[in-house]
């Protein structure tokens, strides 16, 4: 059993990268090889600019390699939350945005995305008020949903959820080997991808624009951002294939807190249960543990009726932020640096969508779709 190599990268057996160094000054670098810095640098290097990308590991090593591979639209908070947070035109641009990127994804990612849909359960009474709720707000706003009531839920789940809405246009990603193909694909746009490379300081750096993609995993680098994401674990575990197929789109449940889907081979990737012991989980230490680690594997009893073999534990760190929408755009006070980061735990997409989109603000294109997500509004730069 591996401790510390996630599933998704043992399966993507990922290659070194070729090296490609620029022969002049760069006029971005990236900091970051997950999903955000490369779909950033693959979008600047195709405008025309020269690019480097620093990762501290290898592509994919952190979040983008280590996550439990839900590929859903809409953002991080319950969309009648959010509508009734940001108002329901900017709620249901974003939630539109979002639903187009997985467009997006389908499109860039190809056979490491299956878009099966996903089914967000009821735990408890209060949560199926929640859910309802959302529900009706989501078709209210015209965006596709469908009500699972108790008794026709999948007969593979064991345990017992009250009901819950089904997103027919969600996914299934295979996260590791998505970011190693767009990594690819920046290479041979002419980006100089630098892994095992950590950046210390942004003193070190030569280009005029900095972009910092690190999600929860930078700090350090920017004391005003340190204050703005907060670092937080996710644990996960894969077992070895099951004999047979109980769960046909990935499920999620408690406020999104337990996440759990069975992937091509069989075998089932269950993650969560951080608020089991929620201050230790707030932190930046890659590390499993043993009080989350017991928690999924009495989920897996739960769900199955027996202990499969797990073959897999690892870790990994997200960015929260306070109001849960990503950061993304320029830091005040800091000319030349900019940041897309802060998902929430809802990376696959929003990492995607952001990347992008402060590729598209650096390249001059309209930046109207970064209001929302502003770093001005959180970042209280003197």
Excluded: K
Excluded at 116 to 138: C, F, I, N, V
Excluded at 256 to 267: A, C, I, L, S
């Amino acid at each position: 059993m591996s401790e510390t190599i996630p599933w998704w990268l043992a399966e993507a057996s990922p290659e070194p990268l070729p090296r490609r160094p620029l022969d002049r000054v760069p006029d971005v670098e990236v900091i970051g090889g997950g999903v955000t810095g490369c779909a950033c640098a693959l979008a600047l290097a195709e405008g025309g600019l020269r690019v480097r990308l620093y990762e501290g590991r290898a592509i994919a090593g952190g979040a983008s390699g280590r996550n439990g591979g839900f590929a859903l639209g809409g953002g991080a908070m319950r969309y009648d939350v959010a509508r009734e947070t940001f108002g329901g035109d900017a709620a249901c641009a974003y939630w539109r945005l979002a639903e187009e990127y997985l467009d997006r994804l389908e499109l860039l990612a190809g056979d490491a995305l299956t878009r099966p849909g996903s089914l967000r359960l009821a735990a408890d009474e209060e949560e199926l008020e929640q859910l309802r709720l959302e529900y009706a707000a989501l078709r209210e706003d015209g965006f596709a949903a469908e009500w699972r009531d108790r008794d026709v839920l999948d007969p593979g789940l064991r345990r017992a959820f009250l009901g819950g809405i089904f997103r027919p246009y969600d996914g299934s990603l295979q996260p590791a080997r998505f970011v190693l193909d767009l990594a690819r694909r920046a290479v041979e746009a002419g980006v100089d991808v630098r892994e095992r490379t950590r950046v210390e300081s942004l003193a070190e750096l030569e280009a005029e624009q900095v972009v910092i993609a690190t999600d929860g995993s930078g700090r350090g680098l920017l004391a005003d951002l340190d204050e703005v994401i907060w670092p937080a674990r996710g644990q996960v575990v894969a077992t070895a294939p099951l004999p047979r197929r109980l769960f046909e789109y990935p499920h999620y449940a408690r406020n999104g807190f337990d996440y759990w889907q069975q992937v091509p081979d069989g075998r089932l990737v269950l993650g969560g249960f951080r608020d089991f012991s929620i201050m230790s989980e707030l932190t930046d230490v890659e590390e499993t543990t043993p009080v989350i680690q017991e928690a999924l594997d009495a989920f897996l009893v739960e769900l199955l009726g027996e202990m499969p073999t797990v073959e897999y534990r690892w870790a990994g760190i997200f960015g929260l932020t306070q109001d849960l929408l990503p950061l993304v755009g320029p830091v005040p006070g800091h000319d030349g640096v900019w940041v897309a980061a802060g998902y929430s735990g809802h990376g696959n997409v929003l990492g995607l969508l952001c990347g992008e989109l402060v590729a598209d603000a650096l390249l001059g294109h309209d930046e109207s779709l970064l209001q929302l997500f502003s770093p001005a509004r959180l970042v209280q730069h003197v």
